[in-house]
């Protein structure tokens, strides 16, 4: 079970944007995450008239990596870790460390 998931409003722990807060638009399987409006970086990209598209420089979201983001716990206003418990039914549910209060029942 993957602590970080897509949808998830996480908040930037450490990097550049340190603070920012922003939803995961996709999780790779190396470890790395795209977050909605964070590690915004510059790509310049060549014209293809085949396709009809034009050149420039596009900002696009980079990957981070998992361990610079923390989910956020919406109740305190702050970072949480994210742990893993069983409930009696045997499901497995996401929790925050902080406050023991369930993610979400999926």
Same mark, same amino acid.
Do not use: C, W
């Given at each position: 079970? +993957?602590? *970080?998931?897509? $949808?998830?409003?996480? *908040?930037? #722990?450490? %990097?550049?944007?340190?603070?920012? +807060? %922003?939803?995961?638009?996709?999780?790779?399987?190396?470890?790395?995450?795209?977050?909605? &409006? @964070? !590690?915004?970086?510059?790509?310049?990209?060549?014209?293809?008239?085949?396709? &009809?598209?034009?050149? $420039? *420089?596009?900002?696009?979201?980079?990957?981070?990596?998992?361990?610079? #983001?923390?989910? /956020?716990?919406?109740?305190? &206003?702050?970072?949480?870790?994210?742990? #893993?418990?069983?409930?009696?039914?045997?499901? +497995?549910? +996401? *929790? /925050?460390?902080?406050?023991?209060? @369930? @993610?979400?029942? !999926?």
């Amino acid at each position: 079970m +993957r602590k *970080i998931r897509k $949808g998830d409003d996480v *908040i930037v #722990i450490a %990097g550049k944007d340190k603070g920012k +807060r %922003g939803n995961v638009l996709n999780v790779l399987d190396n470890g790395r995450v795209f977050v909605d &409006g @964070v !590690n915004i970086v510059k790509k310049h990209t060549k014209a293809n008239p085949n396709k &009809g598209e034009t050149g $420039g *420089i596009v900002e696009q979201e980079a990957a981070l990596d998992v361990s610079n #983001i923390a989910l /956020y716990d919406a109740a305190s &206003g702050k970072a949480s870790r994210v742990g #893993i418990k069983t409930l009696e039914d045997g499901k +497995r549910v +996401r *929790i /925050y460390k902080t406050s023991g209060e @369930v @993610v979400d029942l !999926n």
